[in-house]
């Protein structure tokens, strides 16, 4: 008998922080009731502070990963975050392609928060032609989403119309559009578009007041991993975004309490660093 119990993949780079990438991912998975799994793209150096440096994997890696256990167990969602490169896409693109899930998320993950670029500048391209139809949702913030429409950084995201009519042009079934970048103070809100599903419905938004907080290292990470994980047990994309938003407000009203790091958001340390000895010198 199978186990009751929601799988869901995610393929991302790896967090040494552990705050965002794929160790946030299984964090979230794990926290709302799922099995995750995961397969690596790139390995990274960042922390609070931001990102150091970007190591990815070579895409036969990848392809091993993912073969591995796409042949060993079933996978009920994918999450797709950091894929760095072009060979990359490739692999996850042909990989979906043999092995069709109930449902792929993709986080459209261009630059990291601090402004480190995440995926080379000539694979943005073949991030929409190859992913973007195989996603049953993408979830780009404003810069992003401002990115892929070759607008302006900081054009809002007002008309929709326009928006879903580009996104249905690039293939997108689905989009949660991110309004952690807004311009609005008091109340933090994502709009579901949903161009090219088959049904006309009218762009749905979902709110909530907006926290008070500098932790919002990973927030991406969190977001999509939560509606894979929803969507692995049986929501309904609604229903999934709904319930997403909901954990991500309560996880960012909890951050103020992880002091793991040294510095602030105004870079004022909190406490010196722990030094330690480095094992060729013992």
Not at 106 to 111: F, K, S
Not at 136 to 148: A, Q
Not at 229 to 250: F, I, S
Request: charged letters at 20%; aromatic letters at 4%.
């Amino acid at each position: 008998m199978r186990p009751t119990t929601p799988t869901v993949l995610t393929i991302a780079g790896s967090d040494p922080y552990g705050g965002a990438g794929i160790q946030a991912d299984l964090k979230t998975i794990h926290a709302l009731g799922g099995y995750g799994f995961s397969a690596l793209t790139a390995v990274t150096a960042q922390n609070s502070q931001g990102v150091q440096q970007v190591e990815a994997l070579a895409a036969e890696t990848l392809h091993h990963q993912l073969q591995a256990l796409f042949e060993d167990v079933q996978i009920d969602a994918v999450k797709i975050g950091m894929l760095a490169n072009a060979e990359l896409i490739d692999v996850v693109a042909t990989t979906l392609q043999r092995h069709p899930t109930s449902a792929v998320v993709l986080d459209t993950v261009l630059v990291s928060s601090s402004g480190h670029p995440l995926l080379a500048a000539d694979a943005v391209s073949i991030l929409v032609e190859k992913l973007f139809p195989l996603a049953d949702v993408i979830t780009p913030n404003l810069p992003e989403l401002n990115h892929l429409l070759d607008r302006a950084p900081e054009t809002p995201a007002d008309d929709l119309v326009e928006i879903e009519k580009a996104l249905c042009e690039m293939g997108v079934q689905a989009a949660v559009l991110k309004g952690g970048h807004s311009g609005e103070t008091d109340a933090a809100a994502d709009i579901l578009i949903q161009p090219t599903r088959g049904v006309k419905s009218e762009p749905k938004r979902f709110s909530s007041p907006r926290v008070s907080t500098t932790h919002t290292h990973g927030t991406g990470c969190v977001f999509s991993s939560a509606i894979a994980t929803e969507l692995a047990q049986g929501r309904t994309l609604e229903e999934a975004v709904g319930n997403a938003k909901r954990y991500l407000t309560a996880w960012l009203s909890q951050s103020e309490a992880l002091y793991f790091h040294y510095h602030d958001s105004s870079t004022a340390k909190r406490r010196e660093p722990i030094h330690i000895r480095d094992i060729r010198h013992v």
